[in-house]
Structures are given as structure tokens and as C-alpha cells.
């Protein structure tokens, strides 16, 4: 079965960088849409960004970060610039298998498999 894993976490000080990676295997990448979500403590998990057949981003973080994809690795990336305390959570990629409809990509139900997560420490 499918099954996501994350890396490139760690701790960063306000105004750095990283990227984290999510690859899947145990399906063909190509036939899934990506995305990332980010949760921290007492919240719900919130949409960050997903790609597609498009690219979208959450308000918090666009202008500041980008998604791609590595067809051919299996693997999907996320670079973030000007980091900030607040993107401070556990980042998780989540699969889904078809096509988005409309907004859809924000919603949690829409995806079918998620990651375990990785942490990122924003430092002030």
C-alpha cells in the first residue's frame, strides 16, 4: 500500500531556510496529487500547499515557499524561505489519488495517505 515518508525537518532561526521532502512508494507517484499540511499542538492541522495539476498555497506562507515534485523520484519538496516562529509544527505530506476539484486541496478528507510528519523548529 502507499505509504509517505518525510524528511528535512529540524530547528531553523527565524528568517532561514530548508526544504523538506516527502517520498511515496507503493503506488505510481504520477497518478497522485500532493499536498502538505502543518499542525501544531492544540490546533487543527492546516492546509500549507499542494500541487497538483497547479500549484497552490496557503496565505500564510506564499511568496515564501514553493512546491515541487520530482516525477521520476517519486518525491514531493517543499522550500521555505523567511521562516518564522509561527510555521513552527509537525509538517506532513498527504497523497491523493485523482484530480482536485475546485478548493478541495485544503481539506484534510480529500487525501487518502499521510505521512508520520516531520518537526520544524522556527527560533526567534
Known amino acids: 500500500q502507499v505509504q509517505l515518508v518525510e524528511s528535512g525537518g529540524g530547528l531553523v532561526q527565524a528568517g532561514g531556510s530548508l526544504r523538506l521532502s516527502c517520498t511515496l512508494s507503493g503506488g505510481t507517484f504520477v497518478q497522485y496529487a500532493m499536498g502538505w499540511f502543518r499542525q501544531t499542538p492544540g490546533k487543527e492541522r492546516e492546509f500549507v500547499a499542494a500541487n497538483g495539476r497547479k500549484k497552490y498555497y496557503a496565505d500564510s506562507v506564499a511568496g515564501r515557499s514553493t512546491i515541487s515534485r520530482d516525477n521520476f523520484a517519486s518525491t514531493l519538496y517543499l522550500e521555505m524561505d523567511s521562516l518564522k516562529p509561527e510555521d513552527t509544527a509537525v509538517y506532513y505530506c498527504?497523497?491523493?489519488?485523482?484530480?482536485?476539484?475546485?478548493?478541495?486541496?485544503?481539506?484534510?478528507?480529500?487525501?487518502?495517505?499521510w505521512g508520520q510528519g516531520t518537526q520544524v523548529t522556527v527560533s526567534s
Open positions: 498527504a497523497a491523493h489519488k485523482g484530480i482536485f476539484s475546485g478548493t478541495s486541496y485544503q481539506n484534510l478528507d480529500e487525501y487518502s495517505y
